[in-house]
């Protein structure tokens, strides 16, 4: 609200100095520009929407918290700001984890809200993720301001995609200073949550350059859900540990969707560390009409259902030419998007 009426009198101040009708770019974008973000929001157990603060209010009594995003949607990560911020109104103790930071980068991370490294020196060794200063900067930004803690919950991607690429077994192989960057405990069962990950993958069979066998289209799919666990065990056991060292605080989890729809993946790791913590789950959905959406086929995948407007789709660009005898990068490497 400061900066915004600093602007405002700049802005006031810049008119009476120039002439009348002047073309300004930055008095066009100031006129056109929303400060509301649109969302409806769907209480799934009372079948019926309410409203954003309503389910904050709710979700700030729990121990841990789930914001379940959409990584490419704009409307996701301006709510999730006003997430925290609204848990934080109402809990003294709050502890931000991300798993858009990866543990190796947690002493960086810590050095940073310490204010013992500025935010370029930051921001070049910890690896942040595409787009971190418009979608996850203002999530930091706040709880260093705050004072609370923020947790690199994430294994680091090159391990995760040696998972990806040869399986667990390549674990054994690590050096004790990579094991430790991964949960110490690992369970992957073929549940309902391998059947939502394999039915997402597709028929792999046709993945990347030229055609694999079902056997090896089935391999594929195994180690890259081998891939997926080692990712929510590892947030997980963040998680779990976060909750140890702050017992009175609530733990609020920014992740990709699926690691959290349906009350599987990392929520089911946290459970079943924590017997008896109480969970919340904020999934936002980015949908083309608020107006006309009906929450009821989605009230199975959290507590509060945040539909976002989604934006328009950005044009597609050209598929880079393929390379004979050179796989395509997709078949090495588990996929990202919002798994």
């Known amino acids: 609200m400061f900066i915004a009426s600093i602007l405002f009198f700049s802005l006031q101040v810049q008119a009476q100095q120039t002439p009348q009708g002047a073309d300004s770019a930055i008095a066009r974008h ?83 809200l310490a204010g013992r490294i500025d935010e370029a020196e930051f921001l070049k060794n910890a690896r942040p993720w595409p787009r971190y200063t418009t979608d996850y900067r203002p999530l930091v930004e706040l709880a260093k301001a705050k004072g609370w803690p923020v947790v690199a919950g994430n294994v680091p991607r090159r391990l995760a995609s040696l998972v990806g690429r040869t399986g667990l077994s390549a674990l054994n192989s690590l050096s004790p200073a990579d094991r430790s960057f991964i949960a110490a405990e690992l369970k992957c069962p073929t ?103 009906n929450g009821k086929p989605y009230r199975k995948q959290g507590d509060f259902i945040v539909f976002t407007l989604k934006p328009p789709a950005p044009p597609k660009a050209p598929a880079p030419a393929a390379v004979p005898g050179v796989p395509s990068p997709a078949t090495t490497e588990p996929p990202q998007n919002n798994h």
């Open 30 to 112: 100031v006129a056109t520009a929303s400060s509301y973000t649109p969302h409806r929001v769907y209480q799934s157990g009372k079948k019926r929407f309410t409203d954003f603060e309503s389910a904050l209010a709710d979700a700030a009594k729990s121990d841990v918290v789930f914001l379940g995003e959409q990584h490419d949607d704009p409307g996701t990560h301006r709510l999730e700001r006003a997430a925290l911020e609204g848990i934080g109104r109402r809990r003294a103790k709050v502890v931000l984890s991300l798993e858009m930071f990866e543990r190796d980068a947690q002493g960086r991370l810590d050095d940073y």
């Open 191 to 293: 549940d309902k949550y391998f059947d939502r990950f394999k039915t997402s993958m597709g028929d792999m069979s046709g993945h990347g350059q030229a055609k694999i066998s079902a056997d090896s289209a089935a391999a594929m799919v195994t180690r890259f859900f081998e891939a997926q666990c080692v990712k929510d065990e590892t947030m997980a056991e963040a998680i779990a540990n976060a909750r140890t060292k702050n017992p009175d605080a609530v733990v609020v989890h920014v992740n990709g969707a699926f690691h959290s729809e349906f009350g599987q993946g990392t929520v089911n790791r946290v459970e079943r560390r924590a017997p008896g913590v109480t969970v919340r789950l904020l999934e936002f959905v980015p949908v083309v009409d608020l107006d006309t959406v």
